[in-house]
């Protein structure tokens, strides 16, 4: 089977991208492949943070994944800090990249222009990321448009640890879903929906409530012209729209855009189609909220069973690279 991975970094609130762009993938593939799932909490310490906001997020996060139907029993489901061997591959990893390499991503160069103290962790987090991915031999790693530079990095790194040292990890893959791989702002369309996005309106949240919701897509932004019609550069609010009704239904923007005349038919249906797919997360999220011990102790269990799995790449790899074993 092959093993697939992905990541949440607890740094806002869940949205309907990160839903469409690796939840959904994950937990609809979880019964066919090896699946390992983990919130990101170190990622979330890159940027200006508040220690209680994210121990807070941490557990959301968990929750949320548990009500959107990741199952602990089959998929290997934890924090990134309860694994030292992230941390540990890390370092390794990071004497196999380049500076240049690192600065040269677009994310750290876009978040390092937005003022304030750079942290060193803002440049060195895509190398965390490639060893999230390389500790446990990922094949495919589901994510959205947003994070295909860093798993390119993934895989150079990878590659290049390899021709070096000899053979060591598996070089990963993206997966991008085929629709809404990159879901934008309602409010803003030319920017992607982003957890950290200067006004709420713009982003469904999971944890939004069907009226919040509703409301969102109501007065979501259109464009000028009165067709339904799906044209990304011209249209982009329409476009928008388009994608996330053909995300809930499994269908393609264009063949939906055939299906309205008018801009309030359309969002109409996508406001019915977005309550349809995120009101029983939300629904089994404020249940599993009441029992917190419960998300503790999947975690517990999969952080157990990952250090287990790690430790023999981590063995390997210090090997590879030279180290004196113990
Ligand atoms: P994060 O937490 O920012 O986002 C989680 C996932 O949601 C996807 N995503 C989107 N997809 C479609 N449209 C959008 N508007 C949208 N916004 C976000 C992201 O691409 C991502 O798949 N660094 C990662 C977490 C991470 C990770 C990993 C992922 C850490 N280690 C290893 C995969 C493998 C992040 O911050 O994603």
Redesign the pocket.
Known sequence: MPRR?????PSGDLHF??Y???IAPIVSAQADTDTVVFI?DL?ALTLEHDPAQVRRRTLEFATLLLAAGADPDTCLFLVQSHVPQHTELHYLLECATGFGEAQRMIQFREKSRRGGRVRVSLLTYPIL?AA??LLYDTDE?P?????NQ?LELARDVAERFNARYGPTFTVPKAVTPPV????MDLATPGE????SAASPAGALRLLDEPRVLRRKVMRAVTDAGTDVTYDPEHKPGVSNLLTILAACTGDTPQRVAGRFDRYGELKEAVADAVVATLAPVRERYLELADDPEYVRAALRKGAERARELASERIRTAKAAIGLLPP
């Open positions: 991975l992905t990541g949440f970094t991208g990160n469409i762009g690796a990101s990622h990321m999230d991915i790693v994510v959205g448009e947003d994070q860093h809404a791989a990159r879901v992607k929906m982003s957890k």
